[in-house]
C-alpha cells in the first residue's frame, strides 16, 4: 500500500534500533566514565575567533561564499508548513517538501535571530560530519556540490557541520524558503515540523510507564579509533526507562550521561602514534581519534575524549567558547586544576603540534540521549506535529549515529512516499 511521508514517519520512529547503536556504543566502550552531572552551566558559545590560518584552496572558496552567503529574515503569516529550527535537519526537511510540493507553502522559524537588525545570528558549530554526498546531492545547488566534489574523499561530503548549514542554507534562500523569527504565527499552521534539536517540546520524565531491557551487543572487529571494549559483565544489559513519549537508556538508576571534551583541527598523521601513546602508556581509554574524510591536503581529525566527572567539574567553566590548546596551556588556572591524566594528554599533543597549525579545545559537551517516539498526533487543537532530526532521538556524536541517519532517514521517506496536497 502506498503510504504517505507522514505515515512513513510515524511508522519509522517504533524502530529503536539506530539510537539503540550509539547507546551500545557506550556500554562497549565508556562505561568508565558513565556520570551523574546536574548543575547550571554557563551558556556555551562555539564561535571561533579566527580562522585556523591553514584552511586552503577550495575550503576558502566555501568560506568566502559562506560570507556572502544571506541571513536574512522574513515575516510570513500563516504557513502551512512550519518547520521549527533552522539547523541542517530543519533546512533539509523543507528542501525535501519542496521538492514534493514545489508550490507548498513552507516556512521555517527559528530562535537564533537578533529581532534589531532582522539577521539570523551566524553558523557556528564545527564538528567534523560523516555524510555520503548522495544523502543531499538531489537537494543542493549545483556550484556547492562540484566545491564538495572536489574535497571529500570516497563520495563523502567531508566538510564540518558549518559549511554543511551555509550549503543548505544557499539552497535554501534559492528556493525561496522563509526564515522567520519564531512567533504565535506558526499557530496558524497546518502543521509543525519539530526539527528543533529537542528545545521546543519538553516531555513529561516524571511518570514511568515500563522498564525494559536490552542485551549489548559486543563487537567482532577491534575498534579503530583507539577505544578499549568494556569486558565488565555489569554492563551487558542496557536499561530502558519508557516515559510514554519520551525513552532514555539508564545506568544505576539515572539516565545515561557521558561528559565529552571534543579536540578539533588536530593532523591525521599523529594519529596511530596518538593512541598508541594514550591506551599503552596513559592507560585510559576514553579515546576516539576520528580522521575526517576530506581530501589530504584538506583533511583534519577530531578527538573526542571521554572525562571523569572530576574532570568535567574542574574545566567545565574555563572553556566557553573554543580555544587553541597552547592558549589554555598559558592559563596558570587552566593548568593547575585539569586532572594528571589531561596533562599528559595536551603535554603529548603540544609536543607534536605546530604552532601554526594548532588543534582547538571545544566547550565540553554532557551527552545524555533519549528517543522520542513519534505518534499521531496534534497540538493546540488542530495543528499536526512530527518530530525529526535530534528533536527524534540524540545520536552519539562519537559513531556518528545521528545527523547521518537523520538524513538518511529524511532521503528515504521523501524517495518512497506518495504525494497529494490533501495530505497536509
Ligand atoms: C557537542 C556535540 C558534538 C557533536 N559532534 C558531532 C560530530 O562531530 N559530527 C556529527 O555529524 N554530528 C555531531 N553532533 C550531532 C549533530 O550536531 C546533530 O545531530 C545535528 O546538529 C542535529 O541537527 P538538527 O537540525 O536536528 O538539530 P540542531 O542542529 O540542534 O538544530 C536545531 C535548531 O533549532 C533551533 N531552535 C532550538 N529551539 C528552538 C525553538 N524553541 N524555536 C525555534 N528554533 C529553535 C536552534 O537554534 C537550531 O538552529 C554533535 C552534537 C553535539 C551536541
Known sequence: MNQTWQDILIDQSRNISIPFQGWNYAYNYDTKYFSNINKKRYKKNYEYQSEPKYLKNELLELE???????LNITRKNNPKIAIIGCGPIGM???LWLRKAYPNLDISIYEKRINLKNNKMKPF????????KLDLLEPILDHKDILILRKIGLKNYLGVDIRNLEYILLRAINKKGINICPLTKDILQAKMIIDASGGKFIRHTQSEIKEKFFINRVIPKNINNYGQKLSKNKKFNQIEIVNYGSIIKPFYNGLPLQIPYLKINYLPPKIKQDFIYFSNKLNNDYGIYYWDGVMRDDLNHSLLFLSLFQDEFNSIDDQINSPIRLDQAWNNDRFKSNISDRLYTIFEWL???????????????FLWEPFFCLRKKMYINGD??????????????????????????????????????????
Not at 605546530?354 to 582547538?360: I, P
Request: charged share 20%; proline share 3%; hydrophobic share 35%.
Open 124 to 131: 557556528t558549530r564545527r564538528w567534523l560530519t560523516f555524510l
Open 64 to 70: 568566502t561564499l559562506n560570507q556572502n552567503t544571506s
Open 350 to 364: 603540544l609536543s607534536k603540534l605546530e604552532k601554526e597549525k594548532m588543534c582547538y579545545l571545544e566547550p565540553l
Open 383 to 424: 495543528i499536526k506535529y512530527l518530530n525529526i532530526g535530534d528533536s527524534h532521538y540524540i545520536g552519539n556524536p562519537k559513531v556518528g549515529n545521528g545527523l547521518s541517519n537523520h538524513l538518511q532517514e529524511l532521503k528515504n521517506v521523501f524517495s518512497e512516499a506518495t504525494f497529494s496536497d490533501i495530505d497536509i
Open 92 to 94: 533539509a526537511a523543507s
